[in-house]
């Protein structure tokens, strides 16, 4: 009788069909990678909606060179407070910290400076297409530069 009633004290257990999904979740919320690929995907999303957005309405007035130096500003404003609490959980100096992650963004832009150019005049790829192409190789190298320099503990 009083395991009839212990086991109706205690609660019963979520079927690991429910379970499992959640498990994996919050593994996935705790590896920094997925994290940071995460954010990586509202940085790509907000720099080529700057720098396509910039180039559609004044790409006739301004080169596209000129376009990718504002959308990479705009970009680090944006993705800096998501890099620095949501990626790698940083509590160190909010300004020191950001001109450290804008000196990464300063690699990708020299990256992308020299990479468009090569891409749009020599191989005759579309300005929006050649950049679309950068963006996607770019966060290979800026995570292991965010993860060893700029919010190194």
């Known amino acids: 009788m009083t ?7 205690r609660p019963a257990s979520a079927p690991a069909s429910r379970s499992w999904p959640v498990r994996a979740a919050v593994t996935l919320y705790h590896d920094r990678r997925v994290r940071y690929l995460a954010v990586g995907g509202v940085s790509a999303v907000s720099y080529y909606g700057c ?3 910039a180039y559609l309405l004044a790409g006739d007035h301004l080169h596209y060179l000129i376009l990718t130096i504002l959308a990479n500003f705009v ?4 993705t800096y407070p998501l890099q620095r609490r949501f990626v790698f959980r940083s509590n160190g100096p909010v300004l020191a910290g950001f001109l450290k992650f804008y000196v990464i963004c300063l690699w990708a832009l020299a990256f992308t400076l020299l990479g468009l150019p090569l891409l749009v005049e020599v191989c005759h790829v579309p300005v929006l297409v050649a ?4 963006i996607v190789v770019a966060p290979l190298i800026n995570y ?4 060893l320099w700029a919010f190194r503990r």
């Open 3 to 9: 395991r009839i009633l212990d086991a109706a004290a």
């Open 51 to 53: 720098f396509a957005g």
């Open 75 to 78: 970009c680090a404003v944006v």
């Open 131 to 134: 950049q679309a192409v950068l």
């Open 144 to 147: 292991q530069l965010s993860k």
